[in-house]
């Protein structure tokens, strides 16, 4: 498994985009999905590859001078649980503080509300964000939105 630092903006486009449709569990809202691949331009991008497939892709999105969010992630089902997301984040950590960001935070739907999220939770957790605020209707009444926080420093 390689992970590689992605610069070319319509390379960060189609990796996207090639990832979140597979991930229709997560990724389901087509409206919402495009919006994550707009947006994947001109931000911090890492992708792994196996040999020269895509499997998985991360990107940051800075929310403020000392704050960068993990803003969306995606890893094939079938290479669930083989250690790329955490590879992902600790190479966006680094690059991250190397940028002079302070934080880094991540938005989720609550734990206990479905059992693919509750698995995208723990995966925060295990990474050492904590707990910071709960928005109940942030997003909507079904989906209340869960902010995790890590320090950088």
């Not at 486009?13 to 997560?26: G, K, Y």
């Not at 050492?128 to 869960?146: A, H, S």
Request: with cysteine; hydrophobic share 35%.
């Amino acid at each position: 498994m390689k992970i590689k630092q992605l610069t070319n903006n319509l390379e960060k486009q189609n990796v996207t985009r090639l990832i979140l449709e597979a991930l229709s569990d997560w990724f389901g809202i087509p409206e919402a999905r495009e919006g994550y691949i707009t947006e994947s331009t001109d931000k911090i991008f890492f992708c792994a590859y196996d040999k020269d497939k895509p499997v998985g892709f991360l990107y940051l999105k800075e929310t403020g001078n000392a704050t960068v969010e993990l803003y969306v992630m995606g890893v094939l089902i079938e290479y669930h649980r083989n250690g790329i997301g955490r590879e992902l984040f600790n190479n966006a950590k680094e690059a991250a503080i190397e940028k002079g960001y302070s934080f880094i935070q991540v938005k989720t739907v609550q734990m206990g509300k479905y059992e693919e999220y509750d698995r995208t939770n723990k995966f925060y957790l295990s990474l050492g964000f904590k707990e910071f605020e709960m928005f109940p209707t942030l997003w909507d009444e079904w989906n209340p939105c869960q902010i995790y926080i890590m320090s950088l420093r």
